[in-house]
């Protein structure tokens, strides 16, 4: 797994060198648009509808709609100045109980690691925040977006959670009103709960259509390659070295009667 | 903490390559065309680390069940290596280290499934056997690994590196390697009890200019005449590359002999030189890590053609 983001903890007087790793993986199987006759990948091609010519990356900048059909328009090097400053080092601004943090706010996850030589200092913060159920509100650089995220220790490491930030949080669209209920029937619902209630494993749930598309997948593959391109020598690695006994041992045996 | 949960094995490594040779203080094996492993092995789990310590089992989930082919809680020292055709595929092996579709490592492994082939024991039943010497551990060998499709204990031969040089020559392997008897496990240590014979061959360049790469390597432009007679860039070398080499043989500078080259612009141009090359012989490209082995002055450039 390549690290996603070289970085380093900085926090009072501790500097932890670490690497961010993504904490999940991409499973969907993609296709790729080919041409139904040629079964050639189909290409894009950006075109001006008034000049009618195809428009290379250089012909391009970038324009703001701010009425309908009115642009005000930036270069590369004046959106350049107002980007932040590349600051990759997760600056921890102070520390909150963690559950002051709504769940609502989690974007996603990366996994922390220390760089060697800092484990030291890492198992330090790790074992400070967990006992004492804290977590570390931190602001880093990632490519070019500013991040807000909290440093999360768990048993096994600290977990960094990217935050949404309060202004993209949406507020509920209609107000839940909350109807009077009563004790037989709160009481009720318990009951249904207590009798379904079992631990959760997440490994017996799986996406039933990426297991059905990757079973048709292999099975076209399958079609397609009757022919197998291997020739016949043997895919066995042991068969190969007792080969190369045996013919170690011929030559000997020839040099004994040379 | 105990070697086997911190995990941070460095392999014992090769010093020297040399000419075959035959030995009867020293066993011989193949050498195989895969990745170096270290796998940390238990009653339940298997882990397989890469020199810089990667865990290679989110790429070749097939190897996760290394353990069920171990009798005993085991440190173990070899190569993962994936065969097509019956032999070692680096290609193959390095396109799987970078898919990272689990769907694609799939049909991959079910193709051509990785196996791993055991050359030596540094753990056993919680301690250390490394003190041992080689011909010992591989006896150790014997009783910890039943053998299985993904996991082999590598043949050796005793005395007789020549005899298995010609068998790697002409099946096409990597080389050979020759490890002492008595050799004990020094982690980390280029050990000069162990030797590599690889399979090289030979071709020659012409050599038109040099550059500085970022890790401050030097690099070599390496061309040939094509049939028209003009210059064309085929290669670069850094490998066995110092500029003080050329200068031994009167490297002198020059302008770029190439009209309307692009991607250059950083090169020091030089006049023609005739550079050896060495390189493992390869089905799929050109020359695999080209080495400078000696500047020639009894060749014309004019000689070196496509």
Request: hydrophobic share 35%.
């Amino acid at each position: 797994m390549a690290v996603a983001h070289k970085s380093a903890i900085s926090v009072g007087l501790l500097y932890i060198p670490v690497g961010l790793y993504k904490s999940t993986k991409e499973i969907s199987v993609s296709f790729n648009q080919l041409c139904k006759d040629t079964h050639e990948r189909v290409k894009y091609k950006k075109i001006c509808p008034s000049c009618n010519k195809e428009v290379t990356n250089d012909d391009i900048i970038k324009g703001y709609e701010y009425e309908k059909g009115k642009y005000v328009t930036f270069t590369e090097d004046e959106l350049d100045k107002i980007k932040t400053k590349k600051d990759k080092t997760i600056h921890i601004e102070h520390f909150a109980k963690m559950s002051d943090v709504d769940q609502i706010y989690y974007e996603k996850n990366y996994y922390v690691v220390p760089e060697p030589g800092a484990e030291k200092a890492y198992e330090l913060l790790r074992q400070a925040m967990l006992s004492q159920e804290k977590v570390g509100i931190a602001k880093t650089v990632i490519g070019t977006t500013e991040n807000l995220m909290v440093l999360y220790p768990t048993e096994n490491g600290i977990i960094a959670k990217i935050l949404f930030y309060q202004s993209e949080i949406q507020a509920v669209p209609v107000a839940i009103t909350k109807p009077e209920v009563s004790k037989p029937e709160v009481d009720m619902a318990k009951i249904m709960i207590d009798s379904m209630t079992s631990t959760f494993d997440p490994a017996i749930y799986h996406d039933e259509y990426q297991v059905k598309l990757r079973q048709a997948i292999e099975i076209k593959i399958a079609g397609k390659e009757i022919v197998n391109v291997d020739n016949e020598s043997p895919n066995n690695i042991i068969d190969l070295m007792e080969a190369m006994k045996k013919t170690v041992e011929m030559a000997k045996g020839n040099k004994g009667l040379a | 903490m105990d070697i086997f949960d911190s995990k941070n094995i460095s392999p014992m490594l090769i010093s020297e390559r040399v000419d075959p040779y035959d030995d009867v203080d020293s066993i011989f094996e193949l050498k195989f065309d895969g990745i170096r492993c270290i796998a940390y092995i238990d009653n339940h789990s298997t882990d397989l680390r890469n020199k810089r310590n990667m865990s290679l089992l989110p790429r070749f989930p097939e190897l996760e069940s290394l353990h069920e082919n171990c009798l005993c809680k085991c440190i173990l020292d070899g190569e993962l290596n994936v065969l097509i055709n019956g032999k070692p595929d680096f290609y193959e092996v390095q396109r799987r280290t970078v898919l990272s579709d689990p769907f694609k490592i799939e049909l991959a492994y079910k193709k051509h499934p990785a196996n791993f082939v055991v050359y030596d024991i540094i753990y056993l039943n919680d301690k250390l056997v490394t003190d041992l010497p080689l011909i010992e551990r591989k006896k150790l060998l014997d009783e910890v690994i039943n053998e299985s499709d993904i996991l082999s204990k590598s043949r050796y031969v005793e005395t007789n590196g020549i005899a298995m040089y010609k068998f790697a020559e002409v099946t096409g392997l990597e080389g050979v390697v020759g490890k002492k008897k008595q050799s004990l496990y020094w982690f980390g240590k280029r050990s000069k009890d162990w030797k590599k014979i690889k399979i090289l061959n030979e071709e020659d360049f012409i050599c038109i200019g040099y550059m500085f790469n970022k890790n401050s390597m030097t690099t070599l432009i390496l061309a040939k005449y094509n049939d028209n007679d003009e210059l064309i860039i085929t290669n670069h070398v850094s490998l066995g590359v110092s500029i003080s080499k050329l200068k031994q043989h009167g490297m002198r500078f020059s302008s770029c002999p190439i009209d309307n080259l692009k991607g250059y612009a950083d090169a020091t141009w030089i006049e023609p030189m005739v550079c050896t090359i060495e390189y493992m012989p390869s089905e799929k490209e050109g020359i695999r890590q080209p080495t400078l082995k000696s500047v020639r002055d009894d060749k014309l450039p004019e000689e070196c053609k496509i």
